[in-house]
């Protein structure tokens, strides 16, 4: 069995050793922020499936481990949140790493359920800023 590591968790870890703590910090930041979109949905039932920008890796999976350590291969992600009993997608979030931290939600669908969804998520990210 392969160990799913938080791929968060092993780069700020890796520029905190490096001494690089400002890059620690964003990166730790944009962790939690994945983390508290992921939890949401899961709370809510839904699935995620998780896009590194030119590929699939993860096909609505409900589970935490999984959908971490698919996330941060890449500069950016989107998360899909899927219904996984019906296979209807009910929005997206488009995450792009590397800028300031709290600004790792570059984009996402909009409609009034979805954008009820985001609310808590941007508000949580608004604090970091």
Known sequence: MTKLVNPFTLAARDANDRGERDLAKRITTEGR?????????????????????????????T?????????F?????????????TAHAIGWVHLVYGNCGHDVVSD??????F?????????????FA
Do not use: Q
């Not at 589970?63 to 996330?71: D, E, F, P, Q, W």
């Open 115 to 127: 954008d009820r969804f985001m609310k808590s998520i941007n508000e949580y990210a608004d604090t």
């Open 108 to 113: 996402h669908s909009s409609s009034a359920y």
């Open 63 to 71: 589970s935490y481990r999984k959908i971490m350590a698919h996330c």
């Open 33 to 61: 922020i994945v983390s508290a979109i992921v939890k949401k949905a899961l709370a809510m039932g839904y699935g995620v499936s998780v896009n590194d920008g030119e590929e699939t890796t993860l096909h609505v999976s």
């Open 73 to 85: 291969t890449t500069d950016e992600d989107v998360l899909t949140i899927t219904n996984p009993h």
